[in-house]
């Protein structure tokens, strides 16, 4: 009997892992409320950050783009998750957040919808980003860098800015991986 629920549970757990999705499968919402996923993505590295408008960690918005437009053409992604769950600091809908990223830090990064990263509903690219047990997002701008493979290389704490040695010498490392 009790190799029989040993087997049970082994079958279990090895089908739970085979519907197990990769990040490129996750559904979500582009800023602009469409059905969207990180697919278009496959095959690239991309930084996966948690932003906020009306944050003390905002102005990273600039380092973001600027990490954006220098490595977009080698295969970096930007990918922007907005988040109120800390302090409300990112209280806008979808439309204000677009139109304040664009006009004051001129962010042409891809831009989703607001989303938690934390909590009972912590989206599933979260719980997929964080991992079985991992410790919750500690503010606003924490990032994650996943690799072409798309697997997390990288967690990046808050305030760390996205231009810091290394973060880019990370990035480089994941750019060179082919």
Sequence with gaps: MKILIA???????????????????IPLKDIDGKEASLKPFQGKVVLVVNVASKCGLTPQYKQLE????????????????????????????NTEIKEFCSSKYHATFPMFDKLEVNGANRHALYKS????????????????????????????????????PEVVKAIEAALAAK
């Excluded at 697997?151 to 990046?156: E, F, S, T, W």
């Design 7 to 25: 087997l049970c549970s082994l079958i279990l757990t090895l089908v739970a892992r085979a519907e197990t999705k990769s990040l490129y499968d």
């Design 66 to 93: 600027e990490v954006y437009q220098k490595y977009k053409a080698q295969g970096l992604v930007v990918a922007g998750f907005p988040c109120n769950q800390f302090g409300k600091q990112e209280p806008g809908t």
């Design 129 to 164: 980003l964080i991992g079985e047990g991992g410790k919750d997002i500690g503010w606003n701008f924490g990032k994650f860098i996943v690799g072409r493979d798309g697997k997390v290389l990288l967690r990046i704490e808050p305030r760390t800015k996205p231009d810091a």
